[in-house]
């Protein structure tokens, strides 16, 4: 099973700053990474397929690049909409498995 | 609109069954492939199951291989999770999400989510 790790656990910043998270993988998964919002009480969100491809309806502040086991999702300019738990996702083997995920709060 | 609706969770005792339902709507459902995912109480996503297009291919977390059966009924557009010999640790919120892709027996990400179905698994 290929294993994700996500840092930091905890990003404290400010709106308007730039958000940078990580997600290493345990073994090499070309670009077959995803990125989902999480804010509490709802279910995820698809902001990021294929380390780079936008969801539809998706703002472009969010963008993420990488390759291999190491890939960034990042947030330009935080609005206060984007205080959420982010998670990654790989699916380059069986099983799917995600992230333990990063929590982006206020500072 | 775009959306799925998931029903028949609930308190269960150990050992027991339950299956879960998916209803979707606003979409090509026989053209899409379909997952469920859940997520324990204060804690992450777990990926649980997969079906592909049409049903002719289904992958499973190894946590329930053997004891969870995805199904689904096109001429209904719905999905199901039938869980058996269920035990503490699948206590979760329960959701299913479609496949971005249209591609048949690819999967990118998930881009429609249900609003989950809570199933508590105690004595």
């Known amino acids: 099973e290929i294993v994700l790790t996500q840092s930091p656990a905890t990003l404290s910043l400010s709106p308007g700053e730039r958000a940078t998270l990580s997600c290493r993988v345990s073994?090499?998964?070309?670009?077959?990474l995803a990125w989902y919002q999480q804010k509490p009480g709802q279910a995820p969100r698809l902001l990021i397929y294929?380390?780079?491809s936008r969801a539809t309806g998706i703002p472009a502040r969010f963008s993420g690049s990488g390759s291999g086991t190491d890939f960034t999702l990042t947030i330009s300019s935080l609005e206060p909409e984007d205080f959420a738990v982010y998670y990654c996702?790989?699916?380059?083997?069986?099983?799917?498995?995600f992230g333990p995920g990063t929590r982006v709060d206020i500072k | 609109q775009v959306h799925l609706v998931e029903s028949g969770g609930g308190v269960v005792q150990p050992g027991r069954s339950l299956r879960l339902s998916c209803a979707a709507s606003?979409?090509?459902?026989?053209?899409?492939?379909i997952h469920w995912v859940r997520q324990a109480p204060g804690k992450g996503l777990e990926w649980v199951a997969a079906?592909?297009?049409?049903?002719?291919?289904?992958y499973y977390a190894d946590s329930v291989k053997g004891r969870f059966t995805i199904a689904r009924d096109d001429s209904k557009d719905t999905l199901y999770l039938q869980m058996i010999s269920l035990r503490g640790e699948d206590t979760a919120v329960y959701y299913c999400?479609?496949?971005?892709?249209?591609?048949?027996?690819?999967?990118?990400?998930?881009?429609?989510w249900g609003q989950g179905t809570t199933v508590t698994v105690s004595s």
């Open positions: 294929d380390t780079s």
């Open positions: 073994q090499s998964i070309s670009y077959y």
């Open positions: 079906t592909s297009h049409g049903g002719s291919k289904e």
């Open positions: 606003g979409f090509a459902f026989s053209n899409s492939a």
């Open positions: 996702q790989q699916r380059a083997n069986w099983p799917i498995t």
């Open positions: 999400a479609r496949d971005v892709s249209t591609i048949p027996d690819h999967y990118y990400g998930m881009d429609v």
